[in-house]
């Protein structure tokens, strides 16, 4: 384990609250995680590899033209996503926008799954180390996981991806956005709601009922995620104990404070999930 890359805000706290979950059992448990750059690596071979989408932006996957206009796309909301000059619901509104134009772009330019899959299958997203050993530990323990992502490829290419390394298990839950598919592969619709980087939370589950009903006694909460926007994830859970794992994978000097502020464990640098693993191993008995 890279001891170096982590870094654990109140040692006491966390050990106190890993006992009264642990003592609680399992069957009280649950994970809550986002998937680009969280379960995924942010570099590969040192190049910065953000997500599937924006991979499909740079990349000659679909056409020049959607890559010009997806890029212009983010050139004008990214700003507004970061300004904290505006609201709250001033941003809401322009991330429903965003996404729901990009969303257009993408299926009226042809969007097609062989285009996730040939992203997929180039090896460019790959799991952070010791991911997988995680998702086969909760798949043998039984723990749910709640794979929560604005992703705009969202809940297709998560589960293409888990499925390609035989992951894609029954405690695996996965909240995102997805298409509607033609019998050719062709994408003809997006299904709602739209989940964008602003409206992230599990509050979204009353909209799927049957991933609330797995969860919705198991208030004990481990959260994984690699942006502040992450924390989200838990508000209008009504949790007991929730530890919250913050992957800090670059501008860490900028950002550690905030970070410290917010999450109980921070792995820096693009780390393994090695402490993790070994956290869930000991709740988990």
Known sequence: MDLENIIVVDEKNLEKVKKRISEQGKEKFHVLADFDRTLTQTFVDGEKIPSIISELRKGDYISKEYAQKAQAFADKYHPIEFDPNISINEKKGKMH???????????????????IERIINEGKIRFREGAEEFLDFLY???????????????????SMFLEKYNKLYDNVHIISNSYEWDLKGNAIGFKKPIIHVMNKDE?????????????????????LGDSLGDLGMVK??????????????????????????????????????????????????
């Open 97 to 115: 926008e965003w996404w729901t134009s990009h969303f257009d772009l993408l299926i009226k330019s042809g969007l097609n799954k062989s285009h």
């Open 203 to 223: 509050t979204i589950l009353k909209d799927f009922p049957e991933i609330f009903k797995v969860i919705k006694d198991r208030k004990n909460v481990l959260l």
């Open 140 to 158: 043998e323990k039984n723990v749910p996981l709640v794979i929560l992502s604005s992703a705009g490829l969202g809940g297709d290419s998560i």
């Open 236 to 285: 209008g859970f009504d949790y007991n104990n929730l530890i919250k794992v913050g992957f800090l994978n670059d501008k860490v000097e900028e950002n550690l404070k905030k970070y410290k502020e917010n999450f109980e464990v921070i792995i820096t640098n693009d780390g393994s999930f090695d402490y993790v693993n070994k956290m869930v191993k000991e709740i988990v008995k």
